[in-house]
């Protein structure tokens, strides 16, 4: 079992437009609802790839009640804590003229001290057995800020796998707790460190901070581009596999889920990273994030190339 955490949710809403003209009525070819939020799409691809996630998170009113059915259909399980705050909503637009996709984010409402006390209580009845706890996304407002670095404790007591896929304090806090693994693109690695990274070497060097800070293994994404990895003792460089990209919004997750697939089954992180790779490229092709075909990652991951990195 793989406990997929995340406070924040959504219900996700794709339209496909032959064309987006700002301030005009535009009309949607393709409209497509489901669930979806950081968790959310981990535990999904996990599902696609054979293994078992639970989901946990927060949920409310109508929206939230979708997610769970969704979730239902598709035989994820989950256990989520009811709150009073709604569940947000967000929307993806992609201009089939440009291809372009524009991603509109509902900010999530927060949630209150006894809704977290609850979340951390089903973590805690949970935990026992799991082979990896994944933390993933921003902690909804009105928690605790070290709550990723009070779940990677719990985690490391119950002997499981602890992995951090998040930015700025939630992520800076846990690394005194020595996760497993973290996860930050460029972007959030920068952010962290509070500089630019304007090249490999740079980003190498932010890696090793990163890790001599507590993290026991880093892994750095770049959108389409290479992906690093870092063991404490080695760098690896993968090379994800060019795909036609349908729709890129929830690839960093399914690369999660596919490098945690692979590490809980025994794979070395290089080769991890590899079918993580696999996995965010296949769910590229899909317009519904998480939401890829277990083949298509079978068949990507053959050309996703994996290198040691040379000083």
Known sequence: MILCFGTTPAVQRVMVLPQLTLDAVNRAVTTLDGAAGKSVNVA???????????????LGGDRGAFVRRVLDEKGVESEFVTVASRTRECLTVIDKLTGTHTELVEESLPATSADFDALLAVVHRRISGCRALVMSGTVAAGGPLDLYLQLTRLAHKAGTLAVVDAQGRSLTEALAAQPDLVKPNRAELAATVGQALNDEAAVRSAMREIQNRGARRVVVTAGAGAVLAFDGREFWRIVPPQVAVANPIGSGDAFTAGLVSRLVRGDDLGEACRWGAAAGAANALTLMPGELRREDVEHLVRRASLSLVTP
């Open 44 to 58: 999904k691809v996990l599902k696609s790839l054979g293994e078992r996630p639970v989901a946990l998170g927060f």
